[in-house]
């Protein structure tokens, strides 16, 4: 890894290197879902999700742990974490979203997602997070956390970078030409 990476733009969208040149693959069998019970905070949410949590909830919320429920009743569909952000809300006394589901056979999955409802962005974007820039425009950086080190490991092996892990993702949120820059940028850096 370069100590200091290029920047890609694609419109008004500032994209870092490890997006294009980091590999992953979500390794379930490996990690169990611990995306969904560990961490400093709910995950992150877009300032119009809790509006969307709050319609889909009858849906998805049988699908939640009582524990979860509860937390929903208590804090509400959103929470604030240190910096003031909005994140999903956690159950009391543990870092495990209120929106986890448990299957029989273990490990735990998102409840918004099972009910056949669109998980937050930045569930669905992950690895990579999403950060809005002080006069406009975003900046997509990769985001390492030693849970997902299965992912990187799968990644590696499978041939799979970040940002073709997340192809539709990427396309369903910013398009297709954006996904097209992001191949070319590969290509121009040596990545492909």
Known sequence: MKEFGAIIQLGNVLVSEEVISEFFACDYAACRGRCCIEGDAGAPLKENEPCGLERDYPTFSPLMTERGRKAVEAKGFFELDR????VTPVVEGSQECAYTHFPQGGGCLCAIEKSGRRKPLSCRLYPI????????????????WAICAAAEENGRKRGIRVF?????VLTDEFGEEFYNGLEAAAKHLGYE
């Open 164 to 168: 073709r892990f997340l192809r539709d």
């Open 129 to 144: 997070r999403a950060t809005d820039l002080t006069g406009g425009g975003l900046a997509l950086n990769y985001h390492r």
């Open 83 to 86: 910096d003031s952000e909005l």
